[in-house]
């Protein structure tokens, strides 16, 4: 991939699934509607709530949240004021849950949020939340299914909350085979770039600290 697709300032690596409502790299759509497939057969209405996010996504959603206009919990998943913090802890803050423009995975199209549609009513859809995924809760047969199963088509679970920052994200995987080769191509400098030109909010604290940040929440994924 370019650095521009990398960092999702570029679309040329995706496609848009009519059939799903979301853009996938190309070589991701087959091998997840294959998955799809086989959910369906066990009765999981398999359904990405998010999959390709553009830069401009990323940014709206990461400045909506250093501004306090986004909800944000911490690491115990309750409600946090992040306009109480200083920057530097307002970016750790947010870093747990969200990816900065740029650094998101979803970027380059091998990355969904993965929710079972036949087991939410339309109008209320998924907040994302571990519960929801543990046991007891609602998606937690598609969870199951989705550690028993996805493997075989080639996705997996980069945050289990192991070895990244980024907190246990039963919802989020990705496709390895693709996902790989961008993980090899991309780096601090192609991220630095990127944020060079952009209106990011606490920009100072971000770039101040961006190789920690790099290593901690970018590089450092679960791989098993």
Known sequence: ??????TGQARSHVVEVAELGVALHRE??????AMRQMALAAGIDLLPASAFRDFARQLAIWNGKYAGHRPTVGADGAPLD???LAPVERVAAILRWSALP????????TDLDLYDRGAVAPEVGPRLDPAE???????????????QHAAHFGFFRPYRGRRSGVQGEPWHYSFAPVAHRASRAFDVATLRDALAAAPLAGKEAVLGALDTIYAR?????DLF
């Open 102 to 109: 740029g650094a998101s995975r979803h970027h380059w199209g």
């Open 133 to 147: 995924y543990a046991e007891g809760g609602r998606f937690a047969r598609a969870s199951a299914w989705l550690e």
């Open 82 to 84: 992040v306009t109480r």
């Open 1 to 6: 991939m370019t650095p521009a697709e990398l």
């Open 217 to 221: 929440y970018v590089a450092r994924i």
């Open 28 to 33: 991701v759509v087959a091998p997840f509607i």
